[in-house]
């Protein structure tokens, strides 16, 4: 069970009708301290994951959906507290937990969705780790750029753009996904050039050919990214999971290019696209099935539009990349 503490802040005018949402939702306690000379009043509210979410559409309900600056809500992280917390009974659990809250949750991909220095240097430390770990056929050393490689934050940031309908978040998310793949292919591209073509490394020959095995690496390591998210569970473990997606055959078709092998380059580009697509299918069934939806009813129905939209698109690539997938199969045999 984790804890959260909520701090509002908010005009003593709206005291009672916060008081009287939080009762009707429930907490595991909850204090009010007196309203200062500003005529703000603080509330402390010690909350679980079973009904936080809950509670924080309770009191943004009162509030309305206008911040003029008079409220606002703060959740601190609370390690332990003394004595000790016991659960909310069934009775009082509205919905079940996702373990994050919406509010978490966008922060948490917003701020790693941008493209600044941090991300452009470990873009590129990755990529030139994974190239050359490819021509050496190092698998260690591809595993190494595997976890420095920061490609799960934008392809989550997006899941859950589309999840939430907010478009803002989609086009940041977009934007970085887009800076990531051209920092990748440019450099490998490079790195294609100048070094001398290996055409017998496994590591990086694999990464020309794609089976339905890999579609279902790539919905696996969507799904698990996504529920690791919304679960609050730590990422780093899911994060290499979608790196193996990712990254090597971005890496594969930059070198590839170098080398002049268009035919190598079509190989890793179908790897790329069906994983890039599998990975987003997934993680956005998750956001669907975990709850993860705005908290109007209006915010509501303009994100159910964008999952649908955004539902057909994926699964028409999806069918259109299983039937190239299958075509590259069976060419050997014709």
């Given at each position: 069970m984790s804890l959260r503490q909520i701090i509002v802040t908010s005009p003593a005018s709206t005291l009672p009708y916060l008081v009287q949402a939080i009762e009707a939702v429930g907490c595991i306690e909850c204090r009010v301290l007196t309203a200062g000379e500003d005529g703000k009043a603080v509330l402390l509210?010690?909350?679980?994951?079973?009904?936080?979410?809950?509670?924080?559409?309770?009191?943004?309900?009162?509030?309305?959906?206008?911040?003029?600056?008079?409220?606002?809500?703060?959740?601190?992280?609370?390690?332990?507290?003394?004595?000790?917390?016991?659960?909310?009974?069934?009775?009082?659990?509205?919905?079940?937990?996702?373990?994050l809250t919406r509010e978490e949750i966008y922060t948490?991909?917003?701020?790693?969705?941008?493209?600044?220095?941090?991300?452009?240097?470990?873009?590129?430390?990755?990529?030139?780790?994974?190239?050359?770990?490819?021509?050496?056929?190092?698998?260690?050393?591809?595993?190494?750029?595997?976890?420095?490689?920061?490609?799960?934050?934008?392809?989550?940031?997006?899941?859950?753009?589309?999840?939430?309908g907010d478009g803002a978040l989609m086009r940041r998310a977009l934007v970085t996904n887009l800076a990531g793949v051209a920092v990748v292919l440019g450099l490998s591209g490079v790195i294609g050039v100048l070094a001398e073509p290996v055409f017998t490394a496994g590591e990086l020959m694999s990464r020309s050919e794609v089976g339905f095995d890999g579609m279902a690496i790539a919905l696996a390591s969507g799904a698990a990214a996504a529920l690791s998210l919304v679960t609050g569970i730590s990422s780093a473990l899911v994060g290499v999971m979608v790196a193996v997606a990712l990254l090597p055959p971005t890496a594969a078709i930059g070198l590839f290019a170098g080398f002049a092998r268009p035919d190598l380059v079509m190989g890793a580009a179908t790897l790329l696209a069906?994983?890039?697509?599998?990975?987003?299918?997934?993680?956005?069934v998750v956001m669907m099935t975990r709850g993860i939806t705005p908290r109007t009813f209006y915010e509501k129905k303009s994100a159910a539009r964008a999952r649908w939209i955004s539902a057909g698109v994926s699964v028409t690539l999806l069918i259109a990349l299983g039937a190239l997938v299958w075509w590259r199969l069976i060419q050997p045999a014709g």
């Open positions: 509210v010690l909350a679980n994951d079973d009904n936080r979410q809950a509670l924080l559409d309770r009191m943004q309900a009162v509030f309305g959906p206008e911040n003029d600056g008079e409220w606002r809500i703060t959740l601190l992280p609370v390690e332990a507290t003394i004595p000790r917390a016991e659960a909310e009974p069934e009775a009082r659990r509205e919905v079940a937990s996702t373990g948490s991909v917003w701020k790693n969705a941008r493209v600044d220095r941090n991300y452009i240097v470990f873009v590129v430390l990755s990529t030139v780790v994974a190239a050359f770990g490819m021509l050496a056929n190092n698998v260690a050393v591809v595993v190494g750029a595997m976890v420095i490689a920061p490609l799960l934050g934008p392809n989550l940031a997006l899941a859950v753009g589309v999840a939430l069906v994983n890039v697509v599998c990975v987003n299918l997934a993680a956005q």
